[in-house]
């Protein structure tokens, strides 16, 4: 194909294939450039090594802290998705627009405050910080700070995927097999389940890419401990400040590769399904 | 003549005429609607509405004049000013260059366009931590780019254009995502008018294509600047957090918490929302008026 | 057939509904609507949006609840069933066919859903989805999905899936409003003998004069939520009962006029009113192909003709009575004796309607 031509939806000689060239390099130079550094210095002393970083105990124990964490918070984030975006969408109640505002609130909050949040309640000086430590309950610095604090970070992606689908898509689907005979958790099953299916899977896919690589939220409330309390990500900061470079990057390129795997997906889902997302993801 | 029947009401519930009483539901014959919003409020009061009220709550005991010498302590308004400052820049830094990019995957057909509109999105599914040491080995003094700046006589990582730079790479599929939509929705009708009135490519777009994208890079923009000023993993590794030069305000919160001077840390990201908040409501009100206008 | 309605089949009331009123917020949809329909009967819901034509077949159908009122079908409350026991045929609008399951799936639905108890076979399902499928002529199209249709495709599976489950009752919204006009006609006629066959009573809402009035046993016709009129479409169409059901049923002329001991005076013209005329001054409505046309110096009213127009097999007149625009319309290849454009004629509307005046 060539870049100049009747392709062009623009008549402006020279200019359109320069805008395509300052596009390219701009999104050469700010996105994929770091992508290939990830890899490129994960593999600077040899495929041996990286393979070596790999099998560091505490790095698969951050492997296995992240998908617990994620095993956890992503299915909870998808029910309440589901129940949040079917209140909003199929009835007509009074304070429906705070129950919105309420789900979007996450996204405009910095991942330290959704962290700092937990610490305040949870904390040693938090509210519940006495009574958790005369019942020898361990929230902070502990599994459930972080599934806590993930929670709040991912949990609007799913509803947010859902409620404009489903407002689409209207409750006349639901009527319909109400008047058929269906009871509610038939309709559910077999009419609205299906119809939501690949956003659900969208959102889902978001919501988990956003648990395992979450960050700042998961630091306040970790505490560092090697090996116990270190998600993936907390493993790579730990590594990077311990100057071992190899490490730091062997495993940021595990979550880079997750994080290219859910590009990969998401576009698939965009371009198979896109009748099946909402208006917004239609590409 | 006809059979008009007209049998004497029965009345079932309120009367016919008598305006209903305001329900606080409407009915509705699908189901589920107690089980659904049952689980979203219990989920919301545990995970938002308790958490938050926590953050509203705490800072006050230290009074309001505790409060204030938190905020007003010269390390944190720094903080505050450089997390703000920066934000602001980089988010309309992403307006120009996130038209550019729209623009080009909407309008033009090239090898390549597909996967470049893929990953756009890249730094919304890269790990923050990843993004930040990959931007640090970038733009430090022995990375490539960093290099290259230094001839120039620029520093770029551990200094505040570090922390531009990253803040720019992780609002730029905001602007672009908010933008591409309404560039592909829009009316082709209206661009061949112009040229059928005699318009050069560029009176059409200057006239007519960017005034109509208003509203949206406006969106992109404060969507942008709401994430750059709360960022914090894409951000550490590269500032260098120097005290008063580039250390941003959630990098703050975590110091105070080490410390722990919780009440402080409150006071702070109670702070960020505030401003945030305040920010928000007037890039809406100018979204809606540019809306408006677009509509008139 | 294999779908015969499980209603009783003796010519009783099937359908009565009594004093139905509905408020959504402050606005009335519906206000104090009775109406009964006979078994088997096929009822049109006639009225211009926002007339509450919709909202009552929602109610009927347990899609709406209303705030007053009874609705009894074969004698039962229907209210008090929730919409998954009443056994209503439900057509939607815009049909409503689920969207991930093929034309068979969307049929079969309504059996697949049934207790265990209840639930016919496999086979038997089947069966039964390949007769409905004959029946609306898509034998082949039972593997497609409902966005590989066109529309009235799409229309016909919708009704074979209200079918499916042997309604008491079928309820059609609107059945023929996104189809265009040659799929409607054709779908029309095709519905009505199905209704014939399947000898189901029959609801059915629409906006559309003629669709009503050639479909159904009887029309009723409703304005601002409440009912103005029901009859069969003939009574209805020869006698409106209101000045809005005339002009909705068709195109009207309308004339200021006087009636005074059994005989009606408009401007110099003068006959017998009709029966059960109002006394006073009234609105003489009429239709403007029901005329007759007479020489300038025979009896009628005096119409200057300033334009004549064929369209197709009518010629359109375009006149001046009374001071007033009027448009005339005739049928046939030639022109009604002695109207000649620039000339005066008398003309005499054949069955005028009269009202009172105000």
Same mark, same amino acid.
């Given at each position: 194909?060539?870049?100049?031509?009747?392709?062009?939806?623009?008549?402006?000689?020279?200019?359109?294939?320069?805008?395509?060239?300052?596009?390219?390099?701009?999104?050469?130079?700010?996105?994929?450039?770091?992508?290939?550094?990830?890899?490129?210095?994960?593999?600077?002393?040899?495929?041996?090594?990286?393979?070596?970083?790999?099998?560091?105990?505490?790095?698969?124990?951050?492997?296995?802290?992240?998908?617990?964490?994620?095993?956890?918070?992503?299915?909870?984030?998808?029910?309440?998705?589901?129940?949040?975006?079917?209140?909003?969408?199929?009835?007509?109640?009074?304070?429906?627009?705070?129950?919105?505002?309420?789900?979007?609130?996450?996204?405009?909050?910095?991942?330290?405050?959704?962290?700092?949040?937990?610490?305040?309640?949870?904390?040693?000086?938090?509210?519940?910080?006495?009574?958790?430590?005369?019942?020898?309950?361990?929230?902070?610095?502990?599994?459930?700070?972080?599934?806590?604090?993930?929670?709040?970070?991912?949990?609007?992606?799913?509803?947010?995927?859902?409620?404009?689908?489903?407002?689409?898509?209207?409750?006349?689907?639901?009527?319909?097999?109400?008047?058929?005979?269906?009871?509610?958790?038939?309709?559910?099953?077999?009419?609205?389940?299906?119809?939501?299916?690949?956003?659900?899977?969208?959102?889902?896919?978001?919501?988990?890419?956003?648990?395992?690589?979450?960050?700042?939220?998961?630091?306040?409330?970790?505490?560092?401990?090697?090996?116990?309390?270190?998600?993936?990500?907390?493993?790579?900061?730990?590594?990077?400040?311990?100057?071992?470079?190899?490490?730091?990057?062997?495993?940021?390129?595990?979550?880079?590769?997750?994080?290219?795997?859910?590009?990969?997906?998401?576009?698939?889902?965009?371009?198979?399904?896109?009748?099946?997302?909402?208006?917004?993801?239609?590409? | 003549?006809?059979?008009?029947?007209?049998?004497?009401?029965?009345?079932?519930?309120?009367?016919?005429?008598?305006?209903?009483?305001?329900?606080?539901?409407?009915?509705?014959?699908?189901?589920?609607?107690?089980?659904?919003?049952?689980?979203?409020?219990?989920?919301?009061?545990?995970?938002?509405?308790?958490?938050?009220?926590?953050?509203?709550?705490?800072?006050?005991?230290?009074?309001?004049?505790?409060?204030?010498?938190?905020?007003?302590?010269?390390?944190?308004?720094?903080?505050?000013?450089?997390?703000?400052?920066?934000?602001?820049?980089?988010?309309?830094?992403?307006?120009?260059?996130?038209?550019?990019?729209?623009?080009?995957?909407?309008?033009?057909?090239?090898?390549?366009?597909?996967?470049?509109?893929?990953?756009?999105?890249?730094?919304?599914?890269?790990?923050?931590?990843?993004?930040?040491?990959?931007?640090?080995?970038?733009?430090?003094?022995? /990375?490539?780019?960093?290099?290259? $700046?230094?001839?120039?006589? +620029? @520093? *770029?990582?551990?200094? %505040? &254009?570090? =922390?531009? !730079?990253?803040?720019?790479?992780?609002?730029?599929?905001?602007?672009?995502?908010?933008?591409?939509?309404?560039?592909?929705?829009?009316?082709?009708?209206?661009?061949?008018?112009?040229?059928?009135?005699?318009?050069?490519?560029?009176?059409?777009?200057?006239?007519?294509?960017?005034?109509?994208?208003?509203?949206?890079?406006?969106?992109?923009?404060?969507?942008?600047?709401?994430?750059?000023?709360?960022?914090? /993993?894409?951000?550490?590794?590269? $500032?260098?957090?120097?005290? +008063? @030069? *580039?250390?941003?305000? %959630? &990098?703050? =919160?975590? !110091?105070?918490?080490?410390?722990?001077?919780?009440?402080?840390?409150?006071?702070?990201?109670?702070?960020?929302?505030?401003?945030?908040?305040?920010?928000?409501?007037?890039?809406?009100?100018?979204?809606?008026?540019?809306?408006?206008?677009?509509?008139? | 057939?294999?779908?015969?309605?499980?209603?009783?089949?003796?010519?009783?009331?099937?359908?009565?509904?009594?004093?139905?009123?509905?408020?959504?917020?402050?606005?009335?949809?519906?206000?104090?609507?009775?109406?009964?329909?006979?078994?088997?009967?096929?009822?049109?819901?006639?009225?211009?949006?926002?007339?509450?034509?919709?909202?009552?077949?929602?109610?009927?159908?347990?899609?709406?609840?209303?705030?007053?009122?009874?609705?009894?079908?074969?004698?039962?409350?229907?209210?008090?069933?929730?919409?998954?026991?009443?056994?209503?045929?439900?057509?939607?609008?815009?049909?409503?066919?689920?969207?991930?399951?093929?034309?068979?799936?969307?049929?079969?639905?309504?059996?697949?859903?049934?207790?265990?108890?209840?639930?016919?076979?496999?086979?038997?399902?089947?069966?039964?989805?390949?007769?409905?499928?004959?029946?609306?002529?898509?034998?082949?199209?039972?593997?497609?999905?409902?966005?590989?249709?066109?529309?009235?495709?799409?229309?016909?599976?919708?009704?074979?899936?209200?079918?499916?489950?042997?309604?008491?009752?079928?309820?059609?919204?609107?059945?023929?409003?996104?189809?265009?006009?040659?799929?409607?006609?054709?779908?029309?006629?095709?519905?009505?003998?199905?209704?014939?066959?399947?000898?189901?009573?029959?609801?059915?809402?629409?906006?559309?004069?003629?669709?009503?009035?050639?479909?159904?046993?009887?029309?009723?016709?409703?304005?601002?939520?409440?009912?103005?009129?029901?009859?069969?479409?003939?009574?209805?169409?020869?006698?409106?009962?209101?000045?809005?059901?005339?002009?909705?049923?068709?195109?009207?002329?309308?004339?200021?006029?006087?009636?005074?001991?059994?005989?009606?005076?408009?401007?110099?013209?003068?006959?017998?009113?009709?029966?059960?005329?109002?006394?006073?001054?009234?609105?003489?409505?009429?239709?403007?192909?029901?005329?007759?046309?007479?020489?300038?110096?025979?009896?009628?009213?005096?119409?200057?003709?300033?334009?004549?127009?064929?369209?197709?097999?009518?010629?359109?007149?375009?006149?001046?009575?009374?001071?007033?625009?009027?448009?005339?319309?005739?049928?046939?290849?030639?022109?009604?004796?002695?109207?000649?454009?620039?000339?005066?004629?008398?003309?005499?509307?054949?069955?005028?309607?009269?009202?009172?005046?105000?």
């Amino acid at each position: 194909m060539s870049l100049v031509g009747n392709t062009f939806r623009i008549r402006l000689p020279g200019i359109a294939p320069l805008m395509v060239l300052v596009s390219a390099l701009a999104m050469a130079v700010l996105i994929v450039l770091p992508l290939v550094v990830v890899f490129h210095d994960a593999l600077a002393k040899g495929l041996d090594a990286y393979l070596a970083a790999l099998r560091e105990p505490d790095a698969i124990a951050a492997v296995k802290l992240t998908l617990l964490v994620a095993a956890i918070a992503v299915p909870l984030n998808a029910v309440f998705g589901v129940a949040g975006a079917w209140t909003i969408t199929k009835f007509e109640f009074r304070g429906k627009s705070i129950l919105l505002t309420l789900i979007d609130l996450p996204f405009s909050i910095s991942p330290v405050v959704s962290g700092l949040v937990w610490v305040l309640l949870f904390g040693a000086q938090g509210l519940f910080g006495t009574w958790l430590a005369d019942h020898g309950l361990k929230v902070i610095f502990a599994v459930p700070g972080l599934v806590l604090a993930t929670i709040l970070v991912t949990f609007p992606f799913v509803a947010r995927e859902l409620i404009p689908l489903m407002q689409e898509q209207g409750a006349d689907e639901e009527a319909a097999a109400l008047t058929l005979g269906a009871s509610g958790f038939t309709m559910f099953r077999r009419v609205t389940l299906p119809n939501i299916r690949w956003a659900l899977l969208y959102g889902v896919l978001l919501c988990n890419a956003r648990a395992m690589g979450e960050f700042g939220a998961v630091s306040v409330v970790s505490g560092h401990i090697r090996g116990l309390t270190n998600t993936l990500p907390l493993h790579v900061e730990v590594l990077y400040n311990d100057y071992d470079s190899v490490g730091a990057f062997t495993a940021a390129s595990l979550l880079a590769g997750l994080g290219i795997l859910t590009l990969v997906l998401k576009s698939v889902l965009e371009w198979r399904h896109s009748g099946e997302l909402s208006a917004s993801r239609k590409h | 003549m006809t059979d008009h029947v007209a049998a004497p009401p029965v009345i079932r519930s309120g009367g016919d005429i008598a305006p209903r009483p305001r329900r606080l539901k409407e009915h509705s014959i699908l189901p589920g609607f107690g089980l659904s919003l049952g689980i979203t409020l219990v989920y919301l009061a545990l995970i938002v509405i308790l958490p938050l009220a926590a953050l509203a709550l705490r800072p006050w005991e230290i009074g309001l004049d505790g409060v204030w010498r938190t905020l007003t302590d010269e390390r944190v308004a720094a903080a505050l000013k450089i997390s703000f400052g920066l934000s602001l820049l980089a988010a309309l830094t992403n307006a120009p260059l996130g038209l550019l990019i729209a623009w080009t995957l909407t309008r033009y057909e090239f090898p390549g366009r597909r996967i470049m509109d893929a990953l756009v999105d890249l730094p919304f599914a890269l790990p923050t931590a990843v993004a930040g040491i990959a931007l640090t080995a970038l733009y430090a003094p022995n /990375g490539p780019l960093g290099a290259m $700046a230094a001839k120039i006589g +620029l @520093k *770029t990582a551990y200094s %505040p &254009l570090g =922390i531009f !730079i990253a803040l720019v790479f992780i609002g730029l599929p905001f602007v672009v995502r908010s933008i591409q939509p309404v560039l592909e929705d829009l009316d082709r009708g209206v661009e061949e008018a112009a040229q059928t009135l005699g318009a050069t490519d560029l009176q059409r777009i200057a006239y007519v294509v960017i005034p109509a994208l208003g509203p949206a890079i406006l969106s992109g923009v404060s969507l942008a600047f709401a994430r750059a000023v709360g960022e914090y /993993g894409s951000v550490i590794f590269i $500032a260098g957090n120097m005290p +008063l @030069k *580039t250390e941003i305000a %959630p &990098l703050l =919160i975590v !110091i105070k918490l080490e410390q722990y001077d919780y009440a402080g840390a409150a006071a702070i990201g109670l702070a960020m929302l505030a401003i945030s908040f305040g920010a928000l409501v007037v890039m809406n009100v100018l979204q809606i008026a540019l809306a408006r206008r677009g509509r008139a | 057939m294999s779908f015969r309605p499980a209603a009783s089949t003796d010519e009783a009331l099937a359908l009565e509904i009594r004093g139905v009123s509905k408020q959504y917020g402050r606005f009335p949809a519906l206000k104090n609507v009775s109406l009964q329909a006979r078994d088997r009967e096929f009822l049109a819901l006639l009225g211009p949006s926002g007339s509450g034509k919709t909202t009552l077949l929602r109610v009927l159908a347990g899609l709406e609840e209303p705030d007053a009122g009874e609705v009894r079908f074969g004698g039962e409350d229907f209210l008090a069933l929730p919409v998954r026991q009443r056994k209503v045929g439900m057509v939607f609008q815009h049909y409503a066919l689920f969207r991930h399951m093929t034309v068979a799936q969307n049929i079969a639905f309504g059996l697949t859903v049934r207790k265990r108890s209840e639930k016919p076979s496999r086979s038997e399902i089947a069966d039964r989805v390949a007769d409905l499928l004959s029946l609306v002529q898509m034998e082949d199209l039972g593997k497609r999905f409902p966005a590989q249709l066109s529309g009235g495709q799409r229309q016909r599976v919708a009704l074979a899936r209200a079918l499916a489950i042997e309604p008491r009752m079928l309820l059609l919204d609107e059945p023929f409003g996104a189809l265009d006009a040659q799929v409607r006609r054709e779908l029309r006629r095709w519905l009505r003998e199905l209704h014939d066959r399947a000898g189901v009573t029959t609801v059915f809402v629409t906006h559309d004069q003629e669709e009503a009035l050639d479909l159904a046993d009887r029309v009723a016709i409703l304005k601002d939520g409440e009912l103005i009129q029901l009859g069969k479409p003939n009574e209805v169409y020869e006698h409106p009962a209101t000045p809005f059901v005339f002009d909705f049923l068709g195109q009207s002329c309308r004339l200021p006029g006087m009636v005074d001991g059994g005989r009606l005076r408009v401007a110099d013209w003068e006959t017998a009113a009709p029966a059960g005329a109002p006394q006073g001054a009234v609105e003489v409505f009429f239709r403007p192909d029901e005329v007759d046309f007479a020489p300038a110096d025979g009896a009628g009213l005096v119409a200057q003709i300033q334009g004549i127009a064929r369209r197709g097999p009518d010629v359109r007149i375009d006149c001046l009575v009374e001071g007033a625009t009027m448009e005339l319309q005739a049928h046939g290849p030639s022109l009604p004796t002695g109207v000649t454009s620039g000339l005066p004629v008398r003309i005499r509307p054949q069955r005028p309607q009269l009202y009172p005046a105000g």
